[in-house]
């Protein structure tokens, strides 16, 4: 019996003490498998990030609004103005003879604005203007056998406009005094005239008169680019040139003719896009800014 236990105690001992199993080792190749997983999922992490992002182009920033030209929470008010008149009588020039006209035409449109943030204003403007012209005679000589005589002609208009306008104002080199500023305007306008030729009088029984009432009615879109010049803290002499844009154009028309009793009805629509520079649209108006 005790050399049954005695036999026995080596082999318990041995079960108590038995090493565990050797790990496995990881080998070079498995290191390098780790190595690309987590760059995969780092990989895979920003491309998911740039997906969420709505803009994949990168800003760009130029600091060209950073100068604060004029702030927010100011109030702009200003006009501008245009007149013009002419008078010939009885000139001659070149191969124009006996020339005898007159007329007029001017404007004035009152605009009001706030500034919703730093350099950007929105607002309304309201434009009336009145275009006379009157030809009482013209003789065009180009020779014996080409004469032109021109006599009577007559054109009166009247156009009221509104418009809805946002401007954004940029210093220039960072100055305080002067600024670029660009305007872009929605506008509808209505006008009303008249052209005749000839004339009528009663006392001789003449009656040469032949001419057209017309109504005018048009949508505008347009961009007005200009500079401004401060001259006071809150006072600034404004400079601008339209660009037309996107325009649409209907009327209607009264003809009535020499000897006739009824008018004649008519109706015109036009429309286009034009984007050059009107060198007759040139304004120069003065704005208070508060």
Known sequence: MLMLLLAAMPAAALAQNEFPPPEPTLTYDDLLGNSKKQNNSKVRKAYQEKLTDKRHIQRVERGAMKNVFIPKGMWMTGATVNFRSWENENQNLLVLKDLDMDGHTYSVSPAIGYFVANNVAIGARYSYSR???????????????????????????????????????????????????????????????????????????????????????????????????????????????????VDYKWSKYKNLHPGATEYEYGESRSGGANFRFNLFSINIGMTFYL
């Not at 418009?163 to 104002?169: C, E, H, L, N, W």
């Not at 000839?198 to 008169?209: A, F, H, S």
């Not at 949508?219 to 401060?230: A, E, N, R, V």
Request: charged residues 20%; contains cysteine; proline residues 1%.
């Open 131 to 245: 275009n006379y012209f009157y030809l009482g005679n013209l003789d065009l000589n180009l020779g014996e056998d080409f004469n032109i005589s021109l006599d009577d002609l007559y054109y009166l208009e009247h156009k009221h406009s509104g418009s809805f306008f946002v401007r954004t104002y940029m210093s220039l080199f960072g100055s305080k005094l002067m600024g670029f500023f660009s305007e872009v305007r929605a506008t509808y306008s209505h006008a009303s005239g008249k052209n005749s030729t000839g004339r009528r009088d009663e006392d001789l029984n003449v009656n040469t008169l032949d001419g057209t009432y017309e109504k005018v009615n048009a949508l505008q879109l347009g961009f007005t680019p200009g500079i401004c010049c401060f001259i006071t803290n809150f006072a600034a002499v404004e400079a601008s040139i339209g660009v037309l844009g």
